[in-house]
T-cell receptor, first 112, second 112 residues
Framework: GNSVTQMEGPVTLSEEAFLTINCTYTATGYPSLFWYVQYPGEGLQLLLKATKADDKGSNKGFEATYRKETTSFHLEKGSVQVSDSAVYFCALVKTSYDKVIFGPGTSLSVIP | DVKVTQSSRYLVKRTGEKVFLECVQDMDHENMFWYRQDPGLGLRLIYFSYDVKMKEKGDIPEGYSVSREKKERFSLILESASTNQTSMYLC???????????FGPGTRLTVT
């Protein structure tokens, strides 16, 4: 079946460090891929998306590129801030009408 | 500002009690969802509804039921709460783009 795997957390970085959170997926066909973010005490928010191979999603300085050949959608940011401390979820959906499959989440803590 | 609200942030109930979790959205969305979030397991879909009075089982519906009498309100019911239902419960809504879900802040339920 369809699934999403993420790197284990928690991840702790110093402010202004480079961030990579790995995400790989298993799915037939051509799913759409997403990153959601959950800030402390809040619900999840859609951060960025990519709907076809080689698309790059970007938002708030975060980027992720849909790599069909490696079935990956790694999240990157060049310089993290304390305010980026949150849990990040990779997700996929097969069609616009399918349910969303979420990964287990990766907790990020950024220290000053 | 779009909003999904949940009736309680924290709830403590005893084993065997009937528990109601309420969710209200103000975006006129057709679709509404209930998830539970557990460490290491990410989000798992309990039930969803794509229209008033319509409901579909998700991945883990056992021990839960739902009610959607009005478009803006989606209730999750635990008929007889058990300790293994201690979890964070997240409600979400979406338009016809199912992947773009808006989440409430969650209800942390403890069953003792």
């Amino acid at each position: 079946g369809n699934s999403v795997t993420q790197m284990e957390g928690p991840v702790t970085l110093s402010e202004e460090a480079f961030l990579t959170i790995n995400c790989t997926y298993t799915a037939t066909g051509y799913p759409s891929l997403f990153w959601y973010v959950q800030y402390p005490g809040e619900g999840l928010q859609l951060l960025l998306k990519a709907t076809k191979a080689d698309d790059k999603g970007s938002n708030k300085g975060f980027e992720a590129t849909y790599r069909k050949e490696t079935t990956s959608f790694h999240l990157e940011k060049g310089s993290v801030q304390v305010s980026d401390s949150a849990v990040y979820f990779c997700a996929l959906v097969k069609t616009s009408y399918d349910k969303v499959i979420f990964g287990p989440g990766t907790s990020l803590s950024v220290i000053p | 500002d779009v909003k999904v609200t949940q009736s309680s942030r924290y709830l403590v109930k005893r084993t065997g009690e009937k528990v109601f979790l309420e969710c209200v959205q103000d975006m006129d969305h057709e679709n509404m969802f209930w998830y539970r979030q557990d460490p290491g397991l990410g989000l798992r879909l309990i039930y969803f509804s794509y229209d008033v009075k319509m409901k579909e089982k998700g991945d883990i519906p056992e021990g839960y039921s739902v009610s959607r009498e009005k478009k803006e309100r989606f209730s999750l019911i635990l008929e007889s709460a058990s300790t293994n239902q201690t979890s964070m419960y997240l409600c979400a809504s979406s338009s016809n783009r199912i992947y773009e879900q808006y989440f409430g802040p969650g209800t942390r339920l403890t069953v003792t």
